[in-house]
């Protein structure tokens, strides 16, 4: 598996195990950022780009990206500023440069202890129940306590949306003193939210490039054409073949005409988008041209009246 390559979205990814990684996206003017990421369970954890390098240009980059297998190894994704360690409360920016013995399993065993109670997380109030469901409550406002669910995936734990409030009678610093009574979380090795959370998109076929989509309908139409034909057999063979070689179209020519057709569209519209630019262009210049009137305008009446008054 040492030195294999896979692509994910924009950016393609370089294994040496089973558990370190590495990452390469392709920025302007042949500019290649590369940096680290790694394995936890089924989620890959991307790390902040460490070092950059002159590569190739963005065509023969993505080229060079089609031919890759798409990524398999895991069913999601995520950047490790957004996820905190739960230990220090720091952004996991470079939690895994120094790597331990026991790789991704050192991470997921955390939330296999079976604990369950009510835990305090940062300003975050987290219960999990022995069935293994997650919630989270965090003071929002006097006297409303904002909750919602969450759940543990791969040793991290992601704080689901706000999904209802709790009405009581309890003040900030109430709060904040019941929850420094309760034991520090420690059922994971980090947390993070929901939203920062991706899953790897499955990997699509390739797509039929519009000739052979208009290829394979006129072939279709042939086809039924000549079924029908069969149907409707007419006595004088002769001139039967004659009237389909006139109805008929090739499919070069077809597919000319709908190229035309559609760069005919294209032009229509810009043409459209030009007449309402220069339009918008005329308005302003006349709007300023009388702005420029009315000024002058009133200065010479000014100066008539001035005039005026001597006399």
Known sequence: MQGKQYRLGDQIITGYDDFFYTWEMNMAMGEHRIGNCFVIGDILIFEPWTHQKEGCLQLE??????????????????????????????????????????????????????????????????????????????????????????????????????????????????????????????????????????????????????????????????????????????????KKVFSAIGQQKIPWQHQGSIQWEHWFKRFLCLLMGSFRMTCYIIFFILKKAIAVLGGLMNFFNKMIWKIGKRL
Not at 99 to 117: C, P, S
């Open 61 to 238: 980059f993505y080229e060079r990206l089609k031919k890759l297998p798409a990524w398999d190894i895991t069913h999601y994704y995520c950047a490790s500023a957004n996820l905190r360690d739960v230990e220090t409360g720091l952004p996991l920016t470079h939690f895994f440069n120094n790597r331990q013995q026991g790789g991704n399993q050192t991470y997921i065993g955390l939330n296999q202890t079976g604990e369950y109670g009510i835990f305090r997380l940062g300003r975050n109030k987290v219960s999990i129940e022995k069935t293994g469901k997650v919630s989270w409550q965090r003071y929002k406002r006097p006297n409303c306590i904002r909750g919602g669910s969450g759940f543990i995936k791969s040793g991290i734990l992601f704080l689901g949306p706000g999904e209802y409030d709790v009405h009581e009678s309890m003040s900030k610093k109430g709060w904040h003193e019941n929850l420094g009574v309760l034991p520090k979380w420690d059922n994971t090795f980090a947390w993070g939210r929901h939203n920062f959370l991706h899953r790897v998109a499955p990997q699509v076929t390739a797509k039929i490039s519009f000739w052979q989509k208009n290829f394979k309908n006129t072939a279709e139409k042939q086809s039924i054409q000549t079924s029908k034909q069969r149907h409707r057999a007419e006595h004088d063979a002769r």
